[in-house]
């Protein structure tokens, strides 16, 4: 029985759980006319349902985690003495044979005898264990619905229990995506320790040249790459900049306009035809700076003497802000709607204009809530890699000129970690440094806007 099919029907009966503790809460409470309930009907049918989704739930989990490694010694157990006795990582090559023989259903004869009887030794484990599984979280499910709907009583406090629950819950929630963000980092610090015990770290922060091409044989040519990501650093900071210097001011403007002048008709309408462009894939972004923004740059620059490239810095900067218009546009208009009417009404009566009240009351009073749309704006333009590829090419240039070619940080980590090469070698945990650097700056940045946001948030407060 597929995983999906088991978690489908376990919803349909915590669904039909939460029925019967709730019918069973107004039977109860009809049938003791003396006692009141201590919770509402809901409650018990809530609690019921959350009993037996939760405990079928982590069993159900439990059971697809370990299911594979139980099965895989099973099967290693049973292959011929001269297989177990192979080196370890040849008998994980002879486990994903087998494995991929399960999978596509591979005919016995065409493989190994023994790796024949292995897969289908496999294919019969994991039908008996999905089957065996299955029935123990359905079994799970149906016993916690009856234990639980049997000791509902007027006198039990369901509302209690279900708010302890949920609030574990959420104490889980927050602390595996803790430990997630903890995971994420020590695994690209090790990598990156990795990279800078061949790499010196003096060499890739301030090195001027980028070409982390490796040979397989130390005798070709280009055996040892150049791993300096200054220019690499810089095409990121360039690309980024002209974004933020075409969202932010069409993004805040727009917001001032649509939350403090537009009636409510042309708000209705302009609003979510502003946001469409959020929705847009990013590809579609490229496909626009490629083939209409690019081209048009160099026909209409070029006749000023200025030499553009075909894939160009300013191309990609000025369609990533296009992009992000919606991010700043949208967060803005809901944090300057946020602000008091009353600050409004008081500017007005002191006799400021509304234009005067919007630069010295509205503005400062949502700046906190703006530099937090636009730190998420730059961070945005940061991580965006498809309009780079397509509009700004992969060539790590270390130019300050915005009609030439240069790449970014997301782009590299994408061009390093696609191919054939050796996880161990300098040009893949190149990848690694370049995204601990990133996310480095990331939380310089992060500091920075809080620093500010404090700031003014201890003014108006």
């Not at 081209?295 to 992009?323: Q, T």
């Not at 965006?384 to 009609?403: C, D, K, Q, R």
């Amino acid at each position: 029985m597929s995983f999906t099919l088991v978690l489908t029907i376990v919803l349909i009966l915590s669904l039909a759980g939460y029925r019967l503790g709730k019918g069973r809460a107004a039977f109860v409470a009809g049938r003791d006319k003396g006692q009141r309930l201590h919770s509402r009907p809901a409650y018990y049918g809530l609690l019921t349902a959350l009993w037996c989704g939760i405990p079928a739930l982590l069993l159900l989990i439990v059971w697809g985690l370990g299911e594979p490694l139980v099965i895989e010694n099973l099967v290693v157990a049973e292959l011929p003495a001269e297989m177990r006795a192979l080196p370890e990582n040849r008998v994980e090559l002879l486990v994903n044979e087998i494995r991929n023989m399960v999978d596509s259903n591979m005919v016995a004869g065409d493989r190994d005898e023994a790796l024949s009887r292995a897969a289908d030794r496999y294919r019969q484990l994991r039908i008996t264990s999905g089957r065996l599984g299955a029935g123990l979280v359905l079994v799970l499910a149906n016993f916690s619905i009856f234990m639980v709907r049997r000791r509902i009583r007027p006198a039990m406090k369901a509302r209690n229990h279900v708010e302890r629950i949920i609030k574990v819950g959420l104490i889980v929630c927050a602390t595996f995506a803790v430990f997630i963000t903890i995971g994420i980092v020590l695994s690209v610090l090790f990598e990156s320790i990795r990279f800078f015990r061949i790499v010196p770290i003096h060499e890739f922060l301030f090195g001027l040249k980028w070409s982390p091409q490796m040979s397989i044989r130390a005798d070709q040519v280009g055996s040892s790459g150049a791993f300096g990501a200054i220019p690499v650093f810089a095409g990121t900071m360039m690309i980024s900049l002209i974004a933020m210097l075409v969202a932010v001011p069409l993004g805040l403007m727009s917001a001032i306009y649509l939350s403090e002048y537009a009636n409510r008709k042309f708000r209705a309408v302009a609003k979510p035809l502003l946001e469409i462009l959020a929705g847009i894939p990013t590809v579609v972004y490229g496909f626009f700076a490629a083939l209409t923004v690019a081209p048009f740059l160099r026909e209409s620059i070029s006749g000023f003497g200025f030499d553009v490239s075909s894939e160009s810095a300013l191309a990609a900067g000025l369609v990533m802000g296009i992009m992000i218009i919606p991010f700043v546009s949208s967060l803005s208009d809901d944090v300057i709607n946020a602000v008091p009417q009353a600050m409004r009404d008081g500017a007005y009566a002191l006799g400021a204009t509304r234009s005067e009240t919007i630069k010295q009351v509205v503005i400062p009073a949502a700046l906190p809530g703006i530099v937090g749309g636009v730190l998420l704006a730059v961070s945005r333009a940061i991580g965006e890699t498809m309009i780079v590829v397509m509009a700004a090419g992969l060539a790590a240039n270390l130019t300050a000129n915005p009609f030439q070619a240069v790449t970014t940080v997301t782009v590299q980590i994408v061009t390093l970690l696609v191919g054939d090469q050796e996880f161990d070698s300098p040009k893949t945990l190149a990848a690694f440094a370049l995204g601990l650097v990133l996310f480095i700056i990331t939380l310089i940045l992060n500091i920075v806007a809080l620093f500010v946001v404090r700031k003014y948030r201890e003014q108006y407060e």
